[in-house]
């Protein structure tokens, strides 16, 4: 009976570097490759836009949520709830407020995201926002997620430029390891559930 032929060095080392790159070792937690990220079609009407970490809604929102602002009276949807801010002392964040009072709406509009995950997880990044019947569909994405197990939120604002009014906004979020889930918001952003 013939033996099998064992593998060439060149064939261990390929091996070896394969099971390497496989896994990444961060901070005593394996992780897998960096998620691919969702994207839009390449049909799809795509908005200019700059984001930046949106500092008020994280102290208190423990949900998965949008805001929108396409006029100046729409930024109030970006303070806390007023029982809430009453308790605690909560208000909008200094360089929240500027952003947001910043904004040209007649020529531009915001849009506030909170997606969650791990507390370990890579920063979540913004990456496309496109136009969509009557909403705005923004794209999110962790490309690396931690293996805690509690919720993190992530939240951003997006001033998108472009002088339309979108009625409402989908937003598509890669998490890291679990896929990607697509969740649809009115852009009142009223929090549910004792926020």
């Known amino acids: 009976m013939r033996r099998p032929a064992l593998p060439s060095t060149a064939t261990v080392r390929r091996r070896t570097l394969l099971a390497a790159v496989g896994t990444t070792t961060l901070a005593g937690c394996t ?8 994207r839009p079609s390449f049909r799809a009407d795509r908005l200019e836009f ?10 208190w929102v423990q949900q998965e949520d949008a805001a929108l602002a396409t006029r100046p009276d729409h930024v109030e949807r970006f ?15 200094d360089e929240d407020r500027t952003f947001l009072e910043e904004t040209a709406f007649d020529e531009a509009f915001v849009v506030g995201i909170i997606v969650g995950s791990s507390g370990q997880s890579t920063d979540a990044r ?6 969509e019947d009557d909403r705005v569909h923004c ?14 939120p992530q939240p951003r ?13 989908r937003v598509t979020f890669t998490n890291g390891t679990d896929g990607t889930e697509t969740f649809d918001s009115d852009g009142t952003f009223e929090p549910v559930g004792g926020f």
Do not use: K, N
């Open 139 to 152: 794209y999110i994405c962790i490309r690396r997620r931690g293996m805690t197990d509690d919720w993190a």
């Open 157 to 169: 604002l997006v001033r998108v430029d472009s002088a339309w009014e979108p009625e409402a906004v």
């Open 79 to 93: 303070e806390p709830p007023s029982e809430f801010a009453a308790e605690t002392d909560a208000e909008l964040a």
């Open 31 to 38: 992780t897998g490759l960096p998620t691919v990220c969702s």
């Open 50 to 59: 700059e984001t930046q970490r949106l500092r008020s809604i994280s102290r």
């Open 126 to 131: 913004v990456t496309h926002v496109v136009r």
